[in-house]
């Protein structure tokens, strides 16, 4: 049973920082790629940030790079997104996700994380 829990606050001011945490259970975490993808009101799920399993290697949609950085720690199986510079844009319900090795699908494509959280409201004010 793959559980994922995302933890952090929800409300934060434009130009403020936030960090979220994402408490994996139930899988293999160091054999699973991580990812964090947003999805705002009427819009379709997109990705955000990915950090491989093998290389640690990350990748992060063009309106993000720079801003956020995704990390992750092994001996806590927990992955974190930092947020800084944070826009209004950005508003939406984060979901953290699982991708387990050898998965079908490209790190930007929801169809290779199997493991989703249930999201978290993340709301920046103008």
């Known amino acids: 049973q793959v559980q994922l829990v995302e933890t952090g606050r929800g409300l934060v001011q434009a130009g403020g920082s936030l960090r979220l945490s994402c408490a994996a259970s139930g899988l293999t975490f160091s054999r699973a790629t991580m990812g964090w993808f947003r999805q705002a009101p009427g819009e379709e799920r997109e990705f955000v940030a990915t950090i491989t399993w093998r290389t640690r290697d990350t990748y992060y949609t063009d309106s993000v790079k720079g801003r956020f950085s995704i990390s992750r720690d092994n001996t806590r199986n927990t992955v974190y997104l930092q947020m800084n510079g944070l826009k209004p844009e950005d508003t939406a319900v984060y979901y953290c996700?699982?991708?387990?090795?050898?998965?079908?699908?490209?790190?930007?494509?929801?169809?290779?994380?199997?493991?989703w959280g249930q999201g978290i409201q993340v709301t920046v004010s103008s």
């Open positions: 996700a699982a991708r387990p090795a050898f998965s079908s699908g490209s790190y930007y494509d929801r169809q290779g994380y199997r493991f």
